[in-house]
């Protein structure tokens, strides 16, 4: 539902024509010269997600829970969200006997995305054609855990009810390091 993508690119101001120590020395321009930071934030809501009861109540096809009321479903379970309850869970009960129930459809936000890969290069010219770009690049920097939406308990009754059970594979951390020559 919500995406936001923020991208940058800076280049750190040291280094020879550069605004500050452009009177530095060769070795001291090699090392403290030349470097740029890059990074993408990506934040994104999660998707709602249909919440049934393995209740039979009438003789219906699909069996919705009824909302507690004066509660929210999607609010923060007293102390917070956390994998093992990720809604809070006492704002719906089994509907009454013969009826519907009165949750609405996709009433649970699924886990959404928060992540930050970020990299740092380091230029090294040899001529001003010729150079060497040393290359650090972090992938889920933070190694903030990705919980997979579809892993997401919503079955009133069901084991786990409320609980995210696994996470998206291949978005742990990743650290790439590379040297790079340029002609």
Known sequence: R???????????????????????????????GGWQVNGILTLRSGNFRNVSSNTATCSCSGFTPDVVEGRDINNA?????????????????????????????????APGTRNLDFSLFKTF????????????????????????????????????FGRVTGTISGAERKVQIALRFYF
């Open 2 to 32: 919500h995406n936001f993508v923020y991208s940058f690119l800076y280049e750190l101001p040291f280094g020879k024509g550069r605004r500050f120590g452009s009177g530095w020395g060769g070795a001291t321009n090699a090392v403290l």
């Open 125 to 160: 010219p040899i001529t001003e054609r010729y150079g060497f770009t040393f290359r650090s690049e972090f992938f889920n920097l933070a190694n903030t855990p990705q919980f997979d939406p579809q892993s997401l308990q919503t079955t009133l009754g069901g084991g786990g």
């Open 77 to 109: 379970p007293a102390g917070g969200r956390s994998p093992e309850r990720w809604f809070d869970t006492d704002a719906v009960q089994v509907q009454r006997f013969g009826t519907f129930g009165n949750l609405q459809p996709f009433a649970v936000m």
